[in-house]
């Protein structure tokens, strides 16, 4: 049962070899506070989407503002997702994404919330221009 908001173990980016992947040939860009790093590939698998959250040990020690952060990423992207996944059914690609949140300050979720939709849409422009 996959709800349209859902957002299941399916669709987190695991594994090393994808990781690294990502990572080595992916494009990146940054909607401050997200610095967004993601990969385009023919459709593969039965999810379009897999996504990797990530807030540095460097900069909040506390693991309690660590989780807090990937939670409300996590959120944001769950509430949001859904023009993405449809443009890229359309153009039969699926896309692999890390979001690192790169401020020193917490925010509170309506600026993630805005600032994961202005990512959300690069993604999509750059989608549209393949």
Do not use: W
Not at 53 to 64: E, H, N, Q
Not at 66 to 92: S, V
Not at 97 to 116: G, H, I, Q, R, W
């Amino acid at each position: 049962m996959n709800h349209e908001n859902s957002f299941s173990k399916s669709e987190h980016l695991c594994g090393e070899k994808r990781i690294t992947r990502l990572f080595t040939q992916g494009e990146a860009f940054i909607a401050y506070p997200l610095r967004v790093v993601y990969l385009l590939e023919p459709k593969r698998d039965q999810e379009s989407t897999s996504i990797l959250v990530s807030v540095p040990k460097k900069r909040f020690k506390r693991a309690v503002k660590r989780n807090r952060l990937k939670r409300l990423m996590r959120e944001a992207y769950r509430l949001n997702k859904q023009m993405l996944i449809e443009k890229l059914g359309d153009k039969q690609l699926q896309i692999h994404m890390a979001f690192n949140y790169v401020s020193d300050d917490v925010l509170e979720f309506a600026a993630v919330e805005k600032k994961m939709k202005l990512a959300l849409q690069k993604l999509i422009d750059k989608i549209d221009l393949l």
